[in-house]
């Protein structure tokens, strides 16, 4: 019976040792998955609204050339 508590005790202070090692880390890998994802998603977002053909394009194009046009 002594030996069965001295075994859980110890499970329970390898399982505290290892949640307050592992605990920050796996939050720190979280938080840094969702900035990289989240920043991941803004560029394919700005990408895809400054691809030719779109009008935000058109607009930097037309201001680009009428600039040039301007200051020749």
Do not use: D
Request: aromatic share 8%; no cysteine; net charge positive.
């Amino acid at each position: 019976m002594g030996k069965a508590i001295a075994i859980l005790v110890a499970l329970a202070a390898v399982g505290w040792l290892a949640s307050s090692i592992l605990g920050p880390l796996l939050y720190y890998l979280l938080v840094g998955a969702l900035v990289l994802g989240g920043g991941a998603y803004v560029y394919s977002r700005v990408k895809r609204s400054l691809a030719p053909g779109t009008r935000t394009q058109r607009r930097i194009e037309a201001a680009a050339r009428t600039y040039r046009m301007r200051n020749r």
